[in-house]
């Protein structure tokens, strides 16, 4: 579908893309929103998304969680997760940040408003 738009109108597609989010984004994000997106999604989801990140990456993901939700984070760091699961667990995640955004409490790829 995204390379039908590209061939067909490739600004409108870059522009529409622009405002999806993906997990880099979710990397991305604040700390501070971060913290909504870690609050909100399942523990194990969280861990199976961050399993093959970099030891800064979980350990940021471990910093912007409450304590038991870290604490469960840790425990299934431990477990081995195959490539599906993860990719699948960080679908999860962006929608959980899309859900945020929609609740107003992360703000990073605001839709800008049509001007009339």
């Known amino acids: 579908m ?3 738009g590209n061939t067909e109108d490739p600004d409108y597609t870059a522009r529409a893309l622009s405002f999806m989010y993906t ?3 979710v990397l991305k994000l604040p ?3 971060l913290a909504e997106v870690v609050g909100r999604a399942p523990p ?3 861990a199976m998304a961050i399993a093959t990140q970099a ?3 979980k350990d940021r993901f471990l910093k912007c969680a409450k304590t038991p939700v870290a604490i469960e984070i ?3 760091l431990g477990g081995k997760v195959e490539i599906r699961e ?3 667990a960080q679908l999860k995640l962006v929608e959980a940040t899309r859900q945020a ?3 107003g409490l992360i703000k990073t790829k605001r839709i800008p408003l049509e001007e009339t």
Do not use: A, L
């Open 31 to 33: 700390d501070n929103e």
């Open 55 to 57: 030891q800064e990456t």
């Open 23 to 25: 997990f880099e984004d």
């Open 101 to 103: 955004e929609k609740k």
């Open 86 to 88: 993860m990719g699948g």
């Open 44 to 46: 194990r989801m969280t």
């Open 74 to 76: 840790r425990d299934y």
């Open 2 to 4: 995204i390379d039908v």
